[in-house]
């Protein structure tokens, strides 16, 4: 299999997820923040529900919070009375991390609303794929590029 990587495979992590399943499980509300922005639900090249909630104006608490990929974005939206929407470049997510102990997404160096993104171990995985990172990657302190140190241009 090209590509194989035995870490990814021992996390759980798998090659063949079928996206069309991931987007089928989105409702129209949605779709429909979405479209709104400008975003082709086929166009999107990653799609998972996390753990994250958020407040989207409703009595019963937060929504939960979906993380998207296209090409060059992430989104992070919810649908509620007042929507959710944040669009991140992959520029600004270069330094995005996962920690596959406690499942959590750590997005780097942008801020989002929502920091806590939790995944399990094969979508947190085919993220970090989408965005080019490799996973497992360690980066020594003061190291460039390692969190907390300015990059040298």
Request: one cysteine or more.
């Amino acid at each position: 299999m090209p590509g194989f990587d035995r870490r990814r495979a021992a996390a759980g992590c798998s090659d063949g997820e079928d996206l069309r399943r991931d987007i089928g499980s989105l409702r129209e509300k949605h779709l429909a923040l979405l479209a709104a922005n400008g975003v082709k639900a086929e166009s999107l090249r990653f799609i998972a529900r996390t753990g994250a909630s958020t407040d989207v104006g409703l009595w019963t608490g937060g929504r939960r919070v979906w993380l998207a990929c296209d090409e060059a974005r992430i989104y992070l939206l919810a649908a509620g009375r007042r929507p959710y929407f944040e669009a991140i470049p992959f520029a600004e997510a270069g330094e995005t991390r996962y920690n596959h102990i406690i499942g959590q997404i750590a997005l780097g160096p942008c801020q989002p609303r929502v920091r806590s993104l939790e995944l399990p171990p094969d979508a947190g995985c085919r993220f970090l794929d989408v965005l080019g990172i490799e996973y497992g990657k360690v980066v020594p302190p003061g190291a460039q590029g390692a969190p907390g140190q300015s990059k040298v241009v």
